[in-house]
T-cell receptor
Framework: DTEVTQTPKHLVMGMTNKKSLKCEQHMGHRAMYWYKQKAKKPPELMFVYSYEKLSINESVPSRFSPECPNSSLLNLHLHALQPEDSALYLC???????????????FGPGTRLTVL | AQSVTQLGSHVSVSEGALVLLRCNYSSSVPPYLFWYVQYPNQGLQLLLKYTSAATLVKGINGFEAEFKKSETSFHLTKPSAHMSDAAEYFCAVTGDNDMRFGAGTRLTVKP
């Protein structure tokens, strides 16, 4: 099973709302990722968790707050977003290969976020 | 830092024609290289992966890619395009803790 699930599929929120995106995998992967993807662009890395610890934060604004409650779950908490934050948010997971880096990333279907 | 460059943001072929999508990598050490496909409003799906076990890598949906160290290339090919192959294709390389994507190539298939 190489499935990564994400909920919700679509989300519309106002600039004062608080919402959360959820991601789940049951492949035993110990690295999980959040990406932001704008139309006609490649995914941009936001956060990386390795063994449930935040290992990379690509200078993402604090209105995005990641959380990794356990090795299977990854959340992205959203607060006071701006219209330019509207995008497809992708979650991915992979094995960690130690010094060899990370293995194949498996992606979820994404959450289409619209900020009004 | 390792990176990949995709040549051509848009490729258009006729149904049944050869598909060739180009990717060059920048690394002194043979990296892990990937091709992903993305259909509209969907996540990225792994097409194939190079890990140095074999230079010709076969993937899903009839796609394959050849690793050429002398050219630092990892081009994606398919002998005969289908309408269902129309999508965005991303070449990628793994770093220490992340994956670096090329800018993407949009494949259009004409009937």
């Amino acid at each position: 099973d190489t499935e990564v699930t994400q909920t919700p599929k679509h989300l519309v929120m106002g600039m004062t709302n608080k919402k959360s995106l959820k991601c789940e995998q049951h492949m035993g992967h110990r690295a999980m990722y959040w990406y932001k993807q704008k139309a006609k662009k490649p995914p941009e890395l936001m956060f990386v968790y390795s063994y449930e610890k935040l290992s990379i934060n690509e200078s993402v604004p604090s209105r995005f707050s990641p959380e990794c409650p356990n090795s299977s779950l990854l959340n992205l908490h959203l607060h006071a977003l701006q219209p330019e934050d509207s995008a497809l948010y992708l979650c991915a997971s992979s094995q960690v290969l130690g010094k060899a880096g990370v293995d194949t990333q498996y992606f979820g279907p994404g959450t289409r976020l619209t900020v009004l | 830092a390792q990176s990949v460059t995709q040549l051509g943001s848009h490729v258009s072929v006729s149904e049944g024609a050869l598909v060739l999508l180009r990717c060059n990598y920048s690394s002194s050490v043979p990296p892990y290289l990937f091709w992903y496909v993305q259909y509209p409003n969907q996540g990225l799906q792994l097409l194939l992966k190079y890990t140095s076990a074999a230079t010709l890598v076969k993937g899903i949906n009839g796609f394959e890619a050849e690793f050429k160290k002398s050219e630092t290339s990892f081009h994606l090919t398919k002998p005969s395009a289908h309408m269902s192959d129309a999508a965005e294709y991303f070449c990628a390389v793994t770093g220490d803790n992340d994956m670096r994507f090329g800018a993407g190539t949009r494949l259009t298939v004409k009937p």
